[in-house]
């Protein structure tokens, strides 16, 4: 079982997409407390404990340290990997 954080720059990213598409990424994210098993996450190269999960379009970058989840970012495939 994981615990998730959420940074400020994770929360303004999401509060201004659509409520259908933050919802799918919620409904993503509560998932990800229970495990990785069958999730679309890959670990970001050059980065240590940093992933990405895959929603549709949508990337949620994450820290994993321990059992802790940090939500870092979340927005579109085209140009998530800029603002990170």
């Given at each position: 079982m994981f615990t998730v954080q959420w940074k400020e720059t994770a929360l303004k990213s999401i509060e201004k997409l659509d409520n259908s598409i933050s919802s799918r990424i919620f409904k993503k994210i509560e998932e990800l407390k229970e495990g990785f098993?069958?999730?679309?996450?890959?670990?970001?190269?050059?980065?240590?404990?940093?992933?990405?999960?895959?929603?549709?379009?949508?990337?949620?970058?994450?820290e994993l340290r321990g059992n802790l989840i940090t939500i870092l970012i979340i927005g579109h495939r085209k140009n998530i990997y800029e603002k990170f």
């Open positions: 098993t069958g999730k679309d996450i890959k670990c970001l190269k050059g980065e240590k404990d940093t992933y990405r999960l895959r929603v549709g379009d949508y990337r949620v970058i994450f």
